[in-house]
């Protein structure tokens, strides 16, 4: 029927367990009675399967955040009397005073201002409207998933004497039924048939699974129990199934232990036959052991020889750096003497063709004279 995915919280039928469902769809079948010829409000609608159960209603609209679990209402179970809206149960997007009977079933634990869900109500239904809510007993809830751990879908949770009072002050009238799973013995005709119900009242509803509530501005006219026997979901016929499957699975148990004792057996005496083979390993893990230690105080005298020749080759590097500095130092003194030596010898020749230059002037000066030179 359904593509949308099952988180294990919202109800999509053909994906739930049947008892599950049937523990859903009995809170809409409850309130059939309420809804006769009704304007109701589905509050909190999910999948919209409440709606079916709903046919004595004179339309049904139901409201959801969830626009994938809409899409799948109106597909399923839209019709000419019967249709879906997204919105907020916290902001109702009708008029005052529009319903004759507004459900939200298991919807109130989901809202962090779950107070505005009564105060809405109250406002869009008429004088004799009634409010039908439901939402499961926090004490049993808790029990329930002691090892999952809490409900992450879920904001608050109420006991019987927090859900009653704050019912009651939103309302001048308020009645409660406590809803259980429990066995019972039926007498079902072949044709349907009307029903008589012998119930005991709930004396102690702090230990009940859920709470389902009338509140009206207006006395409650039906306040009697209530029980449905759904065609499907038999709980005694599937914990005889349960049994069934359950005494199978030890029969087979019971074939893996005498398989599992029979290894055990067999690996008992591998045991023994690898405890020998142990023991002559051990014994030739000592001589390897012994040749080890020898071999690392051998590897460690080696290691000191290395680190001292490390030593010296790092001394021997120093020396060679210190006389590479001298070397280049005295390089450089012996390019600074040669320059100067070059700058001097070029000053001489400058020198000496002067010299002969003077030499050659003082000769012709000498020979004028002397008269050997004419004038």
Not at 25 to 52: E, M, S
């Amino acid at each position: 029927m359904s593509d949308l995915e099952f988180t294990g919280e919202r109800v999509v039928p053909g994906l739930v367990d049947e008892n599950l469902f049937n523990e859903h769809v009995a809170r809409y079948r409850f309130a059939a009675r309420f809804a006769d010829r009704a304007i109701v409000l589905d509050a909190g609608c999910g999948t919209g399967y409440g709606a079916r159960e709903l046919t004595n209603a004179a339309s049904v609209a139901g409201i959801d955040t969830s626009a994938e679990a809409l899409l799948l209402a109106r597909r399923e179970f839209g019709g000419p009397h019967v249709g879906f809206l997204r919105a907020a149960c916290e902001a109702l997007p009708f008029r005052d005073a529009s319903f004759d009977l507004v459900v939200a079933f298991e919807v109130i634990e989901h809202l962090e201002h779950w107070q505005q869900l009564l105060t809405e109500a109250k406002r869009v239904l008429r004088p004799a409207g009634v409010l039908l809510v439901s939402t499961p007993n926090k004490a049993w809830y808790t029990e329930s998933r002691a090892k999952a751990g809490p409900n992450p879908y879920h904001v608050h949770e109420f006991d019987s004497a927090e859900f009653g009072a704050a019912l009651r002050d939103v309302f001048a009238h308020v009645h409660l039924w406590t809803q259980n799973h429990t066995e019972s013995i039926a007498f079902v005709p072949a044709c349907s048939a009307p029903g008589v119900l012998d119930a005991p009242p709930d004396t102690a509803p702090e230990t009940a699974h859920f709470f389902l509530a009338a509140c009206s501005q207006s006395p409650i006219a039906d306040t009697r129990a209530f029980a449905w026997l759904p065609s499907s979901g038999n709980t005694l016929r599937e914990r005889l199934q349960h049994i069934e499957l359950l005494t199978a699975e030890l029969a087979k148990k019971d074939e893996w232990l005498v398989d599992a004792l029979a290894s055990l057996a067999a690996r008992q005496k591998a045991h023994e036959e690898s405890n020998a083979w142990a023991a002559r390993l051990n014994g030739e893990l000592n001589v390897a052991r012994t040749i080890i230690s020898r071999l690392e105080a051998e590897a460690a005298v080696r290691l000191d020889w290395v680190r001292d020749l490390e030593g010296q080759v790092a001394r021997g590097r120093t020396e060679i750096e210190r006389l590479g500095a001298e070397i280049a130092e005295k390089n450089a003194t012996i390019t600074e003497r040669t320059e100067w030596a070059l700058t001097l010898d070029r000053e001489v020749n400058q020198l000496r063709a002067e010299l002969q230059k003077l030499n050659s002037e003082l000769t012709v000066r000498l020979a004028r004279k002397l008269r050997l030179l004419p004038k």
